[in-house]
């Protein structure tokens, strides 16, 4: 506490010129006084002595008790705590949220901020960057690098177990006082799926809506130029009309209202979302909704709910099950029964592949699928519809977008084709799973399962590469 209060105190500052001029001064005033007879010879030389041997013993009290200069130990200290110290420095890197690691002889990584051991999945023991990274492109910049020369940024892509695109920038840092190895490489990591999945989002959006518009515009376009014509006074053919006009245009709405969505779930595909879901509440939700459709198509819902939270965002769920529930309306036939069950604490077997629930000549696939530990427990959400079902070689399709299985018709309001599309990305960004079993003449029963706690970062976050 002492040296922090001497440190804080203002410095004295005296030169010794000053006092050599104070001393001159008062010495030239006693030489007067000797010309002039008011003082003798001996008493003068004894004052202007005296007057010296003062300014000195002054000068050298404050030079060394007031202002005394600071030990190597306290400089060292000083140096440390100011704000070019190194302790400063790694707190500024831990505190970035981008990956930086600075790569020594032979590729190993020295440092690695939080961020980049969160990114990579890095132990507590850091060892060589291939390990970690298997980007040649990216380790042949860091070797280059090593060797002084300055590279330009490399982009590399991984498409699993989500699609993400990672820039790496790669400078040389000369090393201080190493002549063995005179340069270290600076990586720095910067994730821009989100600047990709924009870009492709805007190319795929007008891509998709001018092809599946073009088809309901066509029709309303011809249906506007028959009511201006022979068909003005007909009253029986404009309601008809009318009545194909407005159920188009509800269909363009949907189609809109879809991609709108899709494009939303797949900026933040790779992005692990938090906060927890209640599956039950969810279920009651969907079924108060949909209550109309059930009842104009006189359906029988069966639902065993257990209690179940899952990790996740609750209105992406909450569509999920929406789309899920809607599909099974749409495709069983009216006074059938739809069977809706949640089920909790599974293991990932138990929430994929459980007992085939249509019989032994059901198909099954994945279309979704985590990467998980045997320790990871799941909630299951099954579906199970009073289609037609769906014949095997059709499965792998049913989460394309605008797939419609042959000869399947849902009613009036036809589906837009992105229904399964949308569900298999939102699993997908919660790193669930998503399977289909069906059998042609039993219907079809859709599962999704989703992870009931938290992953460890090395998980939550891009994969390693």
Known sequence: MSNKRDSEAPLIRIRRRDTAAVAALGSMVLILFWLFGELGLLETVVA?????????????????????????????????????????????????????????AGGRIEIANPAAREFLGLGPVTGHLSAVLRQPQVLEAVSAALRGQTVDPVEYSMMAPVESHVRAFVAPVASQGDPAQPWRAMLVLSDETSIKRADRMRADFLANASHELRTPLASLAGFIETLRGHAKDDPDARDRFLGIMFDQTERMQRLINDLLSLSRVEMDEHVLPGGTADMAAIIDDVVDVLRPQITEKSITLSVEADPATAMGDRDQLLEVVMNLVENAIKYSEPGATVTLQLSNDLTRDQAERPGLLLGEGASRLTLAAPSSDAADRFVAVRIRDAGKGIERRNLPRLSERFYRVDGQKSGPREGTGLGLAIVKHIINRHRGGFTV???????????VFLPVMKRMPKTSQTPRA
């Open 48 to 104: 202007i002595a005296t007057i010296a041997a003062l300014s000195t013993f002054y000068y050298l009290t404050v030079r060394t008790t007031l202002n005394p200069l600071p030990d190597p130990a306290s400089r060292r200290e000083h140096e440390a705590s100011g704000p070019d110290s190194p302790a400063n420095a790694k707190l500024m890197l831990d505190s970035l949220p981008i990956p930086v690691l600075l790569i020594g």
């Open 437 to 447: 079993e069906s059998l042609p003449g039993a219907g079809s029963v859709f599962t």
